[in-house]
């Protein structure tokens, strides 16, 4: 795992190359330390990093990945931290499978076809 100055050390020579351009527009690059193990206690590290003001996002429970994010965002770059929401959560009510109720959309003839051979 690398330590925050060589993290530093890489994103010095980042910028040195965007200064080489720095009349090119570009995308906005997000920096992203996203953690998919079980290891709280290395993102709280990782938070601790963020400049500041930071915002604090859980994400859907329909986004497909239920995560805490701590986000600095300006127009030109975006750094987070993202763990999954189980890591630093507890779960109080698992999830539920979905209930629906659906009117028919065929006639009870166009039903019948699709049944029958």
């Not at 530093?8 to 965007?18: N, S, T, V």
């Not at 996203?34 to 290891?39: P, S």
């Not at 601790?48 to 770059?77: N, Q």
Request: hydrophobic share 40%; with cysteine.
């Amino acid at each position: 795992m690398p330590k925050a100055s060589e993290i530093a050390i890489e994103l010095r020579k980042f910028a040195d190359a965007l200064d080489k351009s720095p009349d090119a527009e570009t995308i906005r690059p997000v920096l992203n330390f996203w953690h998919w193990t079980t290891e709280k206690d290395q993102f709280f590290t990782e938070v601790a990093l963020i400049p500041r003001p930071a915002k604090k996002d859980w994400g859907s429970a329909t986004d497909g990945y239920s995560s805490l994010t701590v986000k600095h965002e300006t127009p030109a770059l975006v750094i987070e931290a993202s763990i999954r929401r189980s890591v630093v959560c507890e779960i109080v009510e698992p999830a539920k499978p979905a209930v629906y109720n659906c009117p028919s959309i065929l006639s009870k003839a166009e039903e019948a076809a699709l049944e029958s051979a």
